[in-house]
C-alpha cells in the first residue's frame, strides 16, 4: 500500500499525464508526443488502451508487446493510477465495501452489490456532499472536493478485479449513488461515463446516473448521444415537503424538475427511475402516494421504495410495512409502477445513506484482517 501511495504522491509532484481520465479515443492525442519521440507507429496507442481497458494493466511494466524504452519513457510521462485500498468489508449478504484513499487523503466509498445473476457496482461521484439532504449521512459530512474523471474511473476499474476475484464474475451494472451528486461534478462524471461505456465496454442501459434533481445536469445527460439510464431521489411529491427533505427543491423546484425530466424522455424514450425513501409519517401518506401518481402521470417512471435507513441524529423511523404496502397499492390503483428495495450491506454500513467515513482518528485497518467471511 505505502508504494502505491508513493507512486501517486510522485505523479503529483512531477506532473505526469493520468491516462485514466481519457477515452480510448483520445489516447492517440495524448500518448503522440512520447510515441513520436522515439519514431514508435501511432497504433501503439490502441495497444496501451487495450492493456488499459480491457487488460487492466496496473504499470507500464506489465506492457510486455511493447519495446522496452517505450515502456520506460511511458513510466516516465504517464501513469494508470490505482487507488489505495483502506478498508475493505464484507457483508453476509455478500455486498463488498471498499473505502479508497485519495492520493491527497480524501477518502470515497463504493459497494459492490451482488444479486442472483449479476454483480451491480455502486461508486462514488464527489468526496463528500453539499446538497444536505436531510436523511442523508454524507450530506451531514459536508462537501471535501470533486473526483476527477479517473478517480471515477478507478473505482470501477480497481472494484472489477475483486469482482472478479470474489464473485467469479465481473460489473454488469454501474450505479452512480454512492457519495456525492454526479450532477454537480458535471465534466468529470460525463467523462467517466464515456469511459465506463466507450473503453471498459459497458453498455450506457447498464449505467444509472442518479441525481438529486440537479436540471442542467438532467438535460446535459438528455443531450449525450449514449441512452445512459436516470434515476431520480424525488423522496417527496410536494413542493413544501421536499424542501424539507432534499433543500436543494428550493433552486430546482419541482414544475422545473419535471419540465427537464419531460425533455430527457422525449429525447431518449427512456423510463426514469424514481427513488423514495419511505419516512415513517413523514412521506408515506396515501395522499401523498395520490400526489405522486398525479406527478408521475404523463411520464414512464417506475418508484423504487427504499425504506429509510436510521442514521445517527434523527429521531425518524422507516416505514413500517404495513405503511409501505398501502403506498404501493394506491401507487398501483393509479397505473405506476413500484417496488420496495431493502437496503443491502446494513451490518458493514454499506446501505443507502450509510456511505459516510468516520474521517477523525480512524484507524484503518488492514485490508485482509477486515474482509469477513460472509
Ligand atoms: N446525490 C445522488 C446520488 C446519491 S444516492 C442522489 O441523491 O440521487 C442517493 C440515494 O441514496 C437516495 O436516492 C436514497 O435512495 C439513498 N439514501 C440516502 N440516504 C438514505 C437513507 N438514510 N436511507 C435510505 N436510503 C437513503
Same mark, same amino acid.
Given at each position: 500500500?505505502?508504494?502505491?501511495?508513493?507512486?501517486?504522491?510522485?505523479?503529483?509532484?512531477?506532473? !505526469?499525464?493520468?491516462?485514466?481520465?481519457?477515452?480510448?479515443?483520445?489516447?492517440?492525442?495524448?500518448?503522440?508526443?512520447?510515441?513520436?519521440?522515439?519514431?514508435?507507429?501511432?497504433?501503439?496507442? !490502441?495497444?496501451?488502451?487495450?492493456?488499459?481497458?480491457?487488460?487492466?494493466? $496496473?504499470?507500464?511494466?506489465?506492457?510486455?508487446?511493447?519495446?522496452?524504452?517505450?515502456? @520506460?519513457?511511458? $513510466?516516465?510521462?504517464?501513469?494508470?493510477?490505482?487507488?489505495?485500498?483502506?478498508?475493505?468489508? !464484507?457483508?453476509?449478504? +455478500? @455486498?463488498?465495501?471498499?473505502?479508497?484513499?485519495?492520493?491527497?487523503?480524501?477518502?470515497?466509498?463504493?459497494?459492490?452489490?451482488?444479486?442472483?445473476?449479476?454483480?451491480?457496482?455502486?461508486?462514488?461521484?464527489?468526496?463528500?456532499?453539499?446538497?444536505?439532504?436531510?436523511?442523508?449521512?454524507?450530506?451531514?459530512?459536508?462537501?471535501?472536493?470533486?473526483?476527477?474523471?479517473?478517480?471515477?474511473?478507478?473505482?470501477?476499474?480497481?472494484?472489477?478485479?475483486?469482482?472478479?476475484?470474489?464473485?467469479?464474475?465481473?460489473?454488469?451494472?454501474?450505479?452512480?449513488?454512492?457519495?456525492?451528486?454526479?450532477?454537480?461534478?458535471?465534466? $468529470?462524471?460525463?467523462?467517466?461515463? /464515456?469511459?465506463?461505456?466507450? +473503453?471498459?465496454?459497458?453498455? =450506457?442501459?447498464?449505467?444509472?446516473? /442518479?441525481?438529486?434533481?440537479?436540471?442542467?445536469?438532467?438535460?446535459?445527460?438528455? =443531450?449525450?448521444?449514449?441512452?445512459?439510464?436516470?434515476?431520480? /431521489?424525488?423522496?417527496? *411529491?410536494?413542493?413544501?415537503?421536499?424542501?424539507?427533505?432534499?433543500?436543494?427543491?428550493?433552486?430546482? *423546484?419541482?414544475?422545473?424538475?419535471? =419540465? $427537464?425530466?419531460?425533455?430527457?424522455?422525449?429525447?431518449?424514450?427512456?423510463?426514469?427511475?424514481?427513488?423514495?425513501?419511505?419516512?415513517?409519517?413523514?412521506?408515506?401518506?396515501?395522499?401523498?402516494?395520490?400526489?405522486?401518481?398525479?406527478?408521475?402521470?404523463?411520464?414512464?417512471?417506475?418508484?423504487?421504495?427504499?425504506?429509510?435507513?436510521?442514521? *445517527?441524529?434523527?429521531?425518524? !423511523?422507516? /416505514?413500517? *410495512?404495513?405503511?409501505?404496502?398501502?403506498?404501493?397499492?394506491?401507487?398501483?390503483?393509479?397505473?405506476?409502477?413500484?417496488?420496495?428495495?431493502?437496503?443491502?450491506?446494513?451490518?458493514?454500513?454499506?446501505?443507502?445513506?450509510?456511505?459516510?467515513?468516520?474521517?477523525?482518528?480512524?484507524?484503518?485497518?488492514?485490508?485482509?484482517?477486515?474482509?469477513?467471511?460472509?
Amino acid at each position: 500500500m505505502k508504494i502505491v501511495v508513493l507512486m501517486a504522491e510522485e505523479a503529483e509532484t512531477t506532473g !505526469r499525464h493520468e491516462l485514466l481520465d481519457h477515452h480510448p479515443d483520445e489516447y492517440e492525442a495524448v500518448l503522440g508526443p512520447a510515441l513520436a519521440e522515439l519514431g514508435q507507429p501511432t497504433y501503439r496507442a !490502441r495497444q496501451i488502451s487495450g492493456w488499459v481497458h480491457e487488460r487492466f494493466a $496496473a504499470g507500464f511494466d506489465e506492457m510486455t508487446d511493447l519495446p522496452a524504452d517505450l515502456r @520506460t519513457l511511458l $513510466a516516465k510521462r504517464y501513469s494508470i493510477s490505482p487507488l489505495e485500498m483502506a478498508f475493505q468489508a !464484507r457483508s453476509r449478504d +455478500g @455486498t463488498v465495501k471498499h473505502l479508497w484513499r485519495l492520493r491527497d487523503g480524501e477518502q470515497v466509498e463504493s459497494v459492490l452489490i451482488p444479486s442472483r445473476d449479476r454483480v451491480t457496482l455502486c461508486l462514488s461521484s464527489q468526496a463528500g456532499c453539499a446538497l444536505a439532504c436531510r436523511f442523508c449521512a454524507t450530506g451531514d459530512f459536508g462537501f471535501r472536493r470533486q473526483l476527477s474523471a479517473a478517480e471515477i474511473v478507478a473505482q470501477f476499474r480497481d472494484a472489477e478485479l475483486v469482482a472478479r476475484h470474489v464473485f467469479g464474475r465481473g460489473i454488469a451494472n454501474v450505479v452512480y449513488m454512492g457519495m456525492g451528486e454526479p450532477m454537480a461534478n458535471l465534466d $468529470a462524471v460525463l467523462a467517466s461515463l /464515456s469511459i465506463l461505456h466507450g +473503453g471498459f465496454g459497458l453498455g =450506457a442501459r447498464r449505467i444509472t446516473v /442518479s441525481t438529486v434533481g440537479l436540471v442542467p445536469g438532467i438535460r446535459a445527460l438528455a =443531450a449525450r448521444p449514449e441512452p445512459f439510464r436516470l434515476a431520480v /431521489s424525488l423522496h417527496a *411529491p410536494e413542493h413544501t415537503l421536499r424542501e424539507t427533505l432534499v433543500p436543494v427543491e428550493k433552486r430546482y *423546484p419541482l414544475p422545473d424538475l419535471f =419540465a $427537464a425530466l419531460r425533455e430527457y424522455q422525449e429525447a431518449k424514450g427512456r423510463r426514469i427511475t424514481f427513488e423514495y425513501i419511505m419516512i415513517d409519517r413523514v412521506n408515506d401518506s396515501h395522499e401523498l402516494a395520490h400526489s405522486l401518481a398525479d406527478l408521475l402521470q404523463d411520464l414512464d417512471g417506475f418508484v423504487n421504495l427504499i425504506p429509510y435507513n436510521p442514521i *445517527p441524529g434523527r429521531d425518524w !423511523r422507516p /416505514s413500517p *410495512p404495513e405503511r409501505i404496502e398501502g403506498f404501493v397499492q394506491v401507487l398501483e390503483s393509479r397505473g405506476v409502477e413500484a417496488a420496495v428495495r431493502r437496503p443491502r450491506g446494513l451490518d458493514i454500513a454499506a446501505a443507502c445513506g450509510q456511505l459516510r467515513l468516520e474521517r477523525e482518528g480512524m484507524e484503518v485497518e488492514d485490508t485482509g484482517d477486515a474482509d469477513e467471511a460472509p
